[in-house]
């Protein structure tokens, strides 16, 4: 059997709402693993500094040398600043969150974003790194410095090993600060090529989507061509059955009278008949009468000649008389 269009239409349709479940299941997939790396960003942009207390973990003769080393208030606004960086990416983060759950995260907003992100974190190899934090900035008073050999504290050159007093702390503390903001520098280009993925993913998404709408597009204009000439097909079967009411009403007019012509045809025929019987009963009449009236004639004729008989005779009678 050829399908028709109505057929095909729907066919296609309903690949169309198949695939548009898919793309939609992808898109709910890539939607959750952005929401996933926004949560990871946001977890190494909230990093809380780690409160070692230094005075108590530290022996006795590496107090004096800490303590010497405390930050100075240059320092302190130095992190503050870092601080308030922080904040700012959060709140970027946190409208990133609002446009997700409003579902009005698109490609646009996404690079809107990661260019600033770029931004905050684009700084050239041949800049100084004291640019992002304090530690960095003062390395003569920096609390992570090395020891030198002028730096001797009765007789130690060293500190002791942090994993001997905290184990969760790694043992090199001199670049703990160095490689925190290089694990974030590594961390946030990871994360916006991962976003970068997700937004070519999705902009492939987007294309797949747009080749399926004007499918669908081309589908419910050849749909509209078909239901426009439905609708003409059934505008022409609907003159067609007034005009077969039209005449199938005349045909019953003229059934009717017809019937009425036969009662009628039927009523002169039994006329007819009648007449036929009352001719037939006239005509036999006729012929009765006819025959009494032949033999009136001859009775006529008999008698007439008995009256010339009897005149005759009479004149013999006077004639012998007189």
């Given amino acids: 059997m050829k399908k028709t269009k109505k057929t095909k239409f729907i066919d296609s349709e309903e690949k169309y709402r198949e695939i548009n ?38 022996p006795v003769p590496y107090q004096s040398h800490f303590n010497s080393c405390s930050p100075s208030p240059s320092e302190i606004a130095d992190l503050n600043i870092e601080k308030l960086e922080n904040e700012e990416i959060e709140s970027k983060n946190r409208e990133l969150k609002k446009l997700k759950k409003e579902k009005k ?134 003159m067609i059955k007034s005009q077969f009411t039209k005449y199938q009403n005349v045909f019953n007019t003229v059934e009717k009278k017809i019937e009425n012509l036969e009662i009628e045809i039927i009523k002169y025929q039994k006329e007819n008949e009648q007449l036929q019987k009352n001719n037939k009963n006239k005509s036999q009449l006729l012929s009765t009468s006819e025959i009494r009236l032949n033999r009136s004639k001859e009775l006529n004729e008999s008698y007439k000649n008995q009256i010339d008989e009897l005149k005759q005779e009479i004149k013999v009678i006077i004639y012998l008389l007189a």
Avoid: W
């Fill in 21 to 58: 479940k898919k793309l939609n299941l992808e898109k709910d997939r890539i939607d959750r693993n952005v929401e996933k790396i926004l949560l990871q960003q946001e977890e190494i942009f909230n990093v809380e500094n780690i409160n070692i207390n230094a005075d108590s973990m530290l």
């Fill in 105 to 238: 995260f698109n490609s646009e907003i996404i690079t809107d974003i990661e260019s600033k992100i770029e931004n905050m974190y684009n700084f050239n190899e041949n800049e100084n790194v004291d640019q992002i934090n304090f530690t960095e900035k003062n390395e003569n008073s920096n609390i992570f410095k090395n020891v030198n050999k002028d730096d001797e504290v009765d007789g130690f050159t060293e500190f002791p090993k942090i994993s001997d007093i905290h184990p969760q702390i790694p043992n090199d503390i001199n670049i703990i600060s160095e490689m925190e903001n290089l694990n974030t520098k590594t961390k946030t280009n990871v994360l916006l090529a991962q976003i970068r993925l997700q937004k070519d993913e999705i902009e492939k998404m987007n294309g797949d989507l747009k080749q399926q709408e004007h499918l669908y597009i081309n589908e419910a204009a050849s749909r509209k061509c078909a239901e426009t000439e439905l609708e003409k097909k059934d505008k022409q079967l609907k």
